[in-house]
């Protein structure tokens, strides 16, 4: 690989910027928390601290009913460019992605996923024409399902020329799960001083800052086929499917491990640390290896830790948020389920902010706002 460029590329410069997308998210929010009023109607009732969180939940009676969407983003465009390099579909990968976006976002509550629905739409029927292609879809996208032991409800398929752009097709998936019994709701509530971070990892860069990643192939000598390390193209690095992390949440109620919160570390990074709006500190005190092609997009980009930390997972997919007494089983049930994990820091009584301490890195409380 050859040296970066002197020119440093943000995420913003990419053409994400969060500033403007986040205002949106929140006034959102605030327009639908007014329609939580319709469903005492239907005998039923919101969790309102659900708001904000990462899946929306609704007591209905014997348990709660945790519900989410979430779309794919632009990976399809690296699996559609090394489709065309090495004349093999990426797409069962792809499919995973999609599936382990809302699934990851779903358990975070406390839930078990029981139902995924898809949307897929595509540019123009054309894109169907591909079967190789819309096969391994298919067969990844069961696979994942199978994997998270969840059905299949079904899906959506439309052609959007005009919408889509001809010969692509953006992906999203819809998932419904229950928290049953309801002490498995983990909302935060007992989020306090003392509790350990568990942190699990992460597969590669999953399927968040693609966009910048995408530009940066343009810096690389021979784009995405260019080797990051001994048999691993940038391309095919960037198109490792992300992980999968509800085995292990299945599994640590299973063992009698109660999660006091948990956060997917997807867009925002490690800032996601801090998306519970209690008002603690979030001391970290040791960092996990981070996998080749994150470190090779913060060389390329030219990050500092706190813009690499602060845009992707560096290594780190999952947090977990448990008593300190079970913070090792917490590790040894994830590494069981074959998911690396580190008790990597602690929860403490003050202002909210993230001490990242191995790398100087402080996020203010200000650094996340979702709500």
Known sequence: MTQAPSTPLSYEQAGVQYDLIDPLKVAAQRAAAATAAHLPGHGFAEVAESRGESAYVVDVGPFYLASIVECLGSKTL???????????????????????????DLITVGATPLVVQAYWAAGGSDWFKDATRAQDLVAGWKAACDVCKVAWGGGETPALAGIVEAG????????????????????????????????????????????????????????????????????????????????????????????????NITGHGWRKLLRHPKTLAYRIHSVPPVPT?????????????????????????????????????????????????????????????????????TFGGDALQLR
């Not at 559609?80 to 699934?103: K, S």
Request: with cysteine.
């Open 78 to 104: 690296v699996a559609d460019e090394m489709q065309q390099l090495t004349g093999r579909p990426w797409y069962a990968g792809i499919a995973q992605d999609t599936i382990a976006m809302a699934i990851n």
């Open 293 to 361: 092609v994150l470190r090779t997009i913060q060389q390329l980009a030219r990050h500092d830790d706190a813009e690499a930390y602060g845009t992707f997972n560096m290594g780190a997919g999952f947090a977990l948020f448990v008593p300190a007494a079970d913070a090792e089983r917490t590790v040894a049930v994830a590494r069981a389920c074959g998911v690396p994990a580190w008790v990597a820091g602690a929860v403490e009584a003050g202002e909210k902010q993230l001490f990242i301490e191995p790398l100087g890195v």
């Open 168 to 263: 692509r097709i953006d992906l999203a998936a819809s998932c419904t799960g229950l928290v049953n019994p309801k002490q498995r709701l983990s909302l935060g509530e007992k989020l306090g001083p003392g509790d350990a971070i568990v942190l699990l990892a992460s597969s590669g860069i999953h399927a968040n800052g693609l966009t910048l990643a995408r530009k940066l192939a343009e810096r690389l000598p021979q784009g995405y086929l260019t080797e990051i390390e001994p048999g691993l193209s940038y391309g095919a690095a960037l198109l490792a499917p992300t992980t999968l992390y509800s085995p292990v949440t299945e599994a640590l109620w299973a063992a009698g491990i109660a999660v006091h919160y948990a956060a």
